[in-house]
Every structure is written in C-alpha cells, then in structure tokens.
C-alpha cells in the first residue's frame, strides 16, 4: 500500500494537491486578483514575483507549483543522465544532480532570487529531450541567506509519532560563485489496524480471524551541498555532494483466531538499515563555434535487510518461523558530453554518455528449528551480480518552420552488455535504436499544443535477475538472467491553453505501445519469475486545470483539479487471454480548493483524491489491493507566525482504508483449485501534519 506503509506523513504535508506551501505576507499588503501573465515575443508565458503576492511563497518550488495549469514532473529516475526529462530549468540549465532533483533545489532558491519564471514549449528550447510545457527559473545573485522547514506528523491510533523531519540549509549566490548546504532528514510513517481480517475456505467457510497491526517508521537524514563557479571565458563549473543514511522497519503482526487449531501470533519484522552517497561535476566553454558540457557522476548505495516472519503458539506447541536477509551494493558511473552549435538554420546537439553500473547481492534463507535457532537452508540463485556497460549517442535538431512552428528531431541508439555472475552467470549485448520528432505549435496567443513521437528503450531491475522471497506474503521469485529490456513506440499530444481571468488548462492524449513487456511468467518447477512477454499497451488521458474564482465573486480562491484515465492491454502469460496491467492505478481524480483570505495573512483549503486500482495478478495468485478509495482533507495556513510560515494538515477526514481481497490458488490460477481466500479492511485513521518554515 503506496501511502500506508511509506511517507504518508510528507504526503499529508503538502496537502496532497500543492496547496500548503510555506508563505508569507506582510501586514500591509492587499490581496490582488492574480494578473494574466506576460506573453514574451518568444512565445513564452511569463510569470513574475508579483504574480504571487497573494500565495506569499518562500521559494521557487512555492511559486512554481502555483503557475496555473502546469504539472510539474521531476526526472524519470532511470540509471545514466540521458536526455532531459525534469520539465524545469533553472537559469536555462537542466540539473545534473541525481541524488538532490528538481524539487530539492527548488526549495533551495529563495522568493528573493526568482526574477521570472518562463513556461515555454520544450521544443522550442533546442535541449534534446524537452517537449511539452517546461519552466525556465530565471534567478539573481543574493547575499548569504538561510531557509528552514520543520514537520511533524502523528495520528490517533497505530503509527508513532514524527517530531524530527525537515531541512535547514545555508546559501549564497554573487556574480561568479554561488553555494548552497543543506542537513536534512525525511521521514516516513505509515500504519493500519484493527478493522477486520478473514481467512475462508473455498466455500466461503471462515477459517481464521485475525487481528492486524501494521506499522512503518523510516528516517532518512542526508547532507548535502553545490557549488557553481562561473569562470572567464563564459566557462561553468557545478559541483554537489550528498551523503544520507537510511533508518527503516517494517511490522505486521497477526493474533490468528483458528476456528478449528490452535491459536496463533503472526510476528513479522523487516528492518533495514544503510547509507549511500553521490559526487558529480559538470564544465560548460566555449568550443569550436558551440558550447560543449562534460558532465561525471559517482554514485554508491549499500542496503542490508533482515525479514523474520514467527509463529507463537498459545499452547506449548514450538514456534515455527523463517528469516531471510541480504546484503546489497549497487553503484553508478557515468560520463556524458553533450555538444550544442548553429548551423544550417536551426540548432544542433550530440551527445555521448556512457554508463556503468553494478549491483551485488549475498541473500540467506533460515528456517526457525526445534530449539528456536534460525538454521541456514539452502536457497539457489539467491547470491550473485549484475554488472551493464551501456553507451548511447544522439544527435538532435531543432529549428523553427514558422513564428509559430517548431520542430525538433533527435536520432541515435544505445548498445549495452549486461553480464551476471554467480550459479546461473551470462553475458549479453544489445543495440537498440532511439529517438524523437517533437513538433510544436502555438496556435494563438496563450494557446499552445504539441505531438511527439518517439522511440524509448526501457532498463531493467537488477534485482530481477537474483531469486527473492516475500516472508510476508508467503511469495517465491525465481530469478532469470534471460532478461531483456523493454522497447516502446510513443505518442503524444498536449494542448495547454489560458483562460485568461478564469485559469488555465493543460489536457495530454497518450498511447504507448511496448516491446519484450516485463511480467510474471511460470518456470519449471512451477515457480515464477519477473520475464519478457510479447507486447503490451496502453492509452489515456491526463487533464490537468487551475480554475480562478475572482470571476464568480469568491476572490482569493482557487481551484485546482486533475483527471488521470488510463486503459491498458496485454496478454495473460498463463492464460492465454487479454487482461489489464496487474495492479495498474487506472483512473485518478483529485481536487483542491485554496483560499487566500483578503487582507488577512490566513488561508484554508479543502480537497479530495480518488484512486482505482486494478487487481495485481501472480501466477497463483489475483489480489485487489488499495486504499482510499476516497481520502479528504482540509488545512489551514497562517503566513506570518513571528516571520514565519505554519500550516496544518488534516488528511483522510471521511475514513479512507487500506483494503485487500486476495485469491491464492494450490499451484497455477488457471488449472488449480482455490486454497483459501484473504481480505482486509483496515483503518488508517487520520493523519495530522504541522509544517513550519522561514528564513533567517
């Protein structure tokens, strides 16, 4: 369960919607409607600090995620730098820091700092990769400054208590060097219980009542830091750092009432423990008539995981249980030059980037004896290592066809060996071809629209390759060094169009057809394992819109809605027969209504989310399992608590739950009777969430 058991607690923060941002607000100032932006000559919306006044934000991050219409995307998370994929520039730049992305340095860069923010269309900005709506953070230099934000998160029932989240970092910013550090730690807190459990039998007879609780606590704190020198000769220099430890665990524990046996406590425990950290660098120059960047990273995370999973018995009968546990270390390297010039009219990039990346795991399995001693049983292709070299070129092209027409055109390809070590090792090597065709059009002042199309080739998860077992769930994964990546053709349209005093909107239309799709496939031994089907699809539609309510006489407030639908296909590797993506989130609604109270420094707001998700399917297995469906929840904000920011949150005021139906069959679901059925219904109780930040 996404939310249930992770960060709940940051979720709840922010609202669920972008609404409670830090802000302040002096005593004088007036609420004004928020004016229509610039329209720049370039075709770019123009938004200045003004046109946040009313919002007081703290920093771009405030200010950006108020721009009307515009949906903020982070990076794609994917091993290498590759093209872009964050929809955000700062000062004309992408960023190259993976470890501390888009949104971390966007609350790093003070109120103070933004001069403008620009919202063009991607295409038109000649960086390879962009499409769609991109904001361009345009900053100041600025004297040494400070930011801080603490969050504290509790709920009445079932999780602990959160008292030590939050950031405080120091920064400054002049005409050739700016710097930032920051400490912070992030902290998860998740939890259900009570409510109800069953287990039946194939007729529908119960077999077991249980009581559960469930409780995650995680803390991750992390120090990090950048710096940028802009040397003679239009010469830039970025370095960063980060460091971060990982503190987590895991409980479900189970009071199993047999309606015939023995009553039984179900103890499981998942504690996990670790640290990783990043160095990177990139240099900017002139060269040759263009500009050439180098960029390099290093990147090294360890993780070290214990699972106990123990029956006790009420009467005297011995505990019975297992143990699995793992040591994993996964590292990245990468360099990457890109190369930008003019030339015949439009503007030209290649780029070369390998990328080396590693992982090894050491996995036990124990089975709990006689003498409640875990005893080492033997588990094949649980230990090993995957290595991937992977080298990728493209050369880009954009160029304008008119005023109001762009085009942008990038070809290339990847070639990576995949090697595996261990039982089952295996060395692999593949070419792939890639690229895009984006074309950009701006119909009409404050009406742009977009299509692309591309072709994509996805990575794989390592861990995939090694054998896995879920304690909890009583789940096998047998591994497959067969693996191959995906590839897909995609397409895309956006359109995003102002409405002037009303808001804007922003609606995408996509469909994606994928290659070699990654999905659960029997083995011999009538094990599974994560392997490659066929194909698969997928089409929708994402409607994203800000709806201002001067118009209508409630001045200072705002609606803030987003549509996500989703319909998906492929075929069933056990059963022959067209279904869904197992688990898919297939539609998503949520609203937020804010309102920033006239002449006051008080705001409050008011919204929901609805999610569906569709059932998840193993080979012997099919369970629906989500939460919600519907969570609500409502905030206040004052801006100005002695020159700072607090808000409260109160999240899942109408009782959304964390629900699971689950089949599991005696061998594969198509040909095998049902063993038992599960369900939950468990309370997630509300959440509450405080958040104070300022500056000193």
Do not use: C
Request: hydrophobic fraction near 35%; charge should be negative; charged fraction near 25%.
């Amino acid at each position: 369960m996404k939310r249930l058991l992770s960060g709940v607690a940051l979720l709840g923060i922010l609202t669920g919607a972008q609404t409670a941002w830090a802000q302040e607000v002096s005593d004088e100032a007036e609420l004004e409607p928020a004016p229509d932006p610039i329209e720049a000559a370039d075709g770019a919306r123009v938004y200045t600090p003004v046109d946040f006044e009313r919002f007081a934000p703290r920093n771009a991050l405030d200010m950006l995620s108020q721009v009307p219409g515009f949906t903020l995307r982070g990076e794609d998370g994917q091993r290498g730098f590759g093209q872009a994929s964050a929809n955000v520039l700062i000062n004309g730049e992408r960023i190259t820091n993976k470890s501390d992305g888009v949104f971390t340095q966007l609350q790093r860069i003070a109120t103070d700092r933004v001069v403008r923010i620009e919202i063009v269309e991607g295409a038109s900005l000649g960086i390879a990769g962009l499409s769609g709506q991109v904001a361009n953070v345009i900053t100041r230099p600025s004297d040494i400054s400070g930011r801080f934000s603490y969050r504290a998160s509790a709920r009445p029932r079932y999780a602990e208590p959160s008292f030590i989240g939050g950031e405080i970092s120091l920064s400054g910013s002049g005409d050739t060097l700016d710097w930032t550090v920051a400490l912070g730690n992030g902290v998860g807190r998740g939890a259900a219980g009570g409510g109800e459990s069953f287990i039946f039998d194939p007729d529908g007879n119960v077999l077991e009542t249980r009581d559960v609780r469930q409780q995650f606590v995680g803390d991750f704190p992390r120090l990090s830091g950048n710096v940028t020198w802009r040397a003679g000769g239009n010469t830039v220099v970025n370095a960063n750092a980060v460091y971060g430890r990982t503190y987590r665990s895991f409980r479900d524990d189970q009071f199993r009432d047999l309606s015939n046996g023995v009553d039984r406590t179900r103890n499981f425990i998942n504690v996990g423990r670790g640290y990783n950290y990043q160095f990177g660098a990139d240099v900017e120059f002139d060269l040759l008539g263009g500009r050439m960047k180098l960029i390099a990273l290093e990147q090294f995370a360890e993780s070290r995981n214990t699972s106990d999973s123990v029956l006790v018995f009420v009467d005297d009968t011995p505990d019975e249980g297992s143990r699995f546990a793992s040591v994993s270390d996964s590292g990245e390297r990468i360099g990457r030059a890109e190369y930008s010039w003019s030339m015949l009219g439009g503007d030209w990039q290649w780029d070369v980037e390998a990328a080396f990346n590693r992982l090894d795991s050491t996995a036990h399995l124990f089975e709990l004896d006689g003498n409640g001693e875990f005893v080492e049983i033997d588990f094949p292709n649980g230990s090993g290592g995957v290595t991937e070299d992977r080298y990728e070129s493209i050369l880009t092209h954009s160029r304008s066809l008119a005023d109001n027409l762009s085009l942008q055109i990038g070809a290339g390809g990847e070639y990576s060996t995949i090697s595996q070590t261990g039982d089952m090792g295996l060395t692999r090597s593949f070419f792939r071809p890639k690229g895009s065709v984006n074309l950009a059009w701006q119909v009409e002042e404050g009406f742009d629209i977009s299509l692309e199309l591309a072709r994509r080739v996805g990575q794989l998860s390592f861990g995939d390759f090694l054998a896995s077992v879920s304690l909890n769930q009583d789940q096998q994964n047998a591994g497959n060094v067969e693996l191959v990546p995906q590839q897909s053709w995609e397409l895309e349209l956006q359109a995003a169009k102002s409405l002037g005093e009303w808001g804007s909107t922003e609606i995408e239309f996509y469909v994606r057809e994928i290659e070699d799709f990654i999905e659960f496939i029997p083995v011999e031994g009538g094990l599974e394992t994560r392997g490659n089907i066929d194909s698969a699809s997928v089409w929708g539609i994402r409607w994203n819109s800000t709806f201002q309510l001067e118009p209508i006489g409630f001045t200072g407030a705002q609606l803030d809605l987003t549509i996500d639908l989703d319909r998906t296909s492929l075929i069933d590797p056990l059963t022959g027969k067209e279904r869904r993506w197992s688990g898919n989130q297939n539609h998503e609604l949520d609203a937020t209504l804010r309102h920033d109270i006239p002449g006051s420094d008080f705001a409050w707001g008011v919204g929901f989310e609805y999610n569906h998700t569709l059932p998840q399917y193993r080979l012997g297995e099919e369970a629906l399992n989500y939460e919600g469906p519907v969570y609500t929840f409502a905030f206040v904000e004052h801006k100005d608590v002695f020159g700072m920011t607090a808000s409260l949150t109160v999240f899942n005021l109408t009782d959304g739950r964390g629900r699971q139906d689950r089949y599991v069959y005696d061998g594969y679901r198509d040909r095998s009777p049902l063993l038992f059925r599960e369900t939950q219904d468990l309370s997630v109780q509300p959440i509450f969430n405080f958040r104070l930040s300022g500056e000193f």
